[in-house]
Nanobody, 115 residues
Framework: VQLVESGGGLVQPGGSLRLSCAAS????????MRWYRQAPGKERELVAG????????NYADSVKGRFTISRDNAKNTVYLQMNSLKPEDTAVYYC?????????WGQGTHVTVSS
């Protein structure tokens, strides 16, 4: 299993970023995919998740209405569109999936929201 995130960077408050996570080594379309984040000095927290079939989604309260998770099963890729970014969104963002009770993580992509 390999998960590779991209798309992070420095953005001003109110700006937007789109994160991508390219997956390989498993049947991507069959599994729930999630985005987590970890801010400096804080625990890793779930940001958003998307189910396999049907694509139903869930979000942390702190990002509802601003972030959108989506997936392209033909490209084995999951996305996180982040709008109206705030300084408190600054964190390392990780892609995650769980196979047979084992969690798999990407290397993370840094998002910094600052003026």
């Amino acid at each position: 299993v390999q998960l590779v995130e991209s798309g992070g960077g420095l953005v001003q408050p109110g700006g937007s970023l789109r994160l991508s996570c390219a997956a390989s080594g498993f049947s991507f379309s069959r599994y729930v995919m999630r985005w987590y984040r970890q801010a400096p000095g804080k625990e890793r927290e779930l940001v958003a998740g998307i189910r396999s079939a049907g694509g139903s989604t869930n979000y942390a309260d702190s990002v509802k209405g601003r972030f959108t998770i989506s997936r392209d099963n033909a490209k084995n890729t999951v996305y996180l569109q982040m709008n109206s970014l705030k300084p408190e969104d600054t964190a390392v963002y990780y892609c995650n999936t769980r196979l047979l009770l084992n969690d798999y993580w990407g290397q993370g992509t840094h998002v910094t929201v600052s003026s």
